[in-house]
């Protein structure tokens, strides 16, 4: 089991957990998902500046502290989206490296703890990819986690994130307008 990574604080009436150092540099954003395999424990992952995302288990009835469960690496640039599928323990990361990529939380041993591997990278935007999420219909349970749509420059993407490759996208900036690229922020 790995080290508590939080710690409980009491302020006033208020409860807090003051997570010490998820991320080295800022955290961009956070998803949750319950955890089906185990009723007791629920799953959030967060990114960050620092090129990864982090995994982490919360008990239900709040009996223990968060608990670190794994580090997402592979990213050369800052991971900045989170999306879950509904496929239990399948979520996906954008980042302005240019890639989505595609986790899955695997199985758990008692040799790997949870082991979180990279299932897919989805390659070849033309810039940043700071939008993701699961295109996922509840009435075709074995297509969830397949298809997954991605935003980089002024395109959206659709992804077969089993197949690795482009489905669909919106037409080019060139092809829309006069300026030939996307302003500066």
Do not use: M, Q
């Amino acid at each position: 089991r790995a080290p508590p990574i939080a710690e409980a604080a009491a302020v006033g009436r208020c409860h807090r957990s003051a997570v010490r150092r998820a991320h080295f540099g800022r955290t961009f954003d956070c998803a949750f998902a319950p955890w089906e395999e185990d009723a007791s424990v629920d799953v959030f992952v967060t990114c960050g500046e620092d090129e990864t995302a982090r995994v982490y288990a919360i008990d239900r009835d709040g009996s223990r502290e968060v608990e670190a469960r794994g580090v997402c690496r592979g990213h050369s640039g800052e991971v900045v989206r989170i999306a879950f599928s509904r496929r239990v323990g399948v979520f996906a990361t954008a980042s302005a490296d240019g890639r989505c990529k595609v986790w899955d939380l695997g199985v758990a041993s008692e040799e790997n703890g949870r082991a979180v591997r990279e299932v897919a990278s989805l390659e070849g935007h033309p810039g940043e990819v700071y939008g993701c999420c699961f295109l996922e219909d509840a009435s075709k349970p074995e297509e969830w986690g397949r298809y997954i749509a991605t935003c980089s420059e002024t395109e959206i993407w659709k992804w077969d994130a089993r197949e690795k490759v482009v489905v669909d996208k919106t037409p080019t900036r060139n092809s829309l307008c006069t300026s030939p690229s996307t302003p500066e922020r």
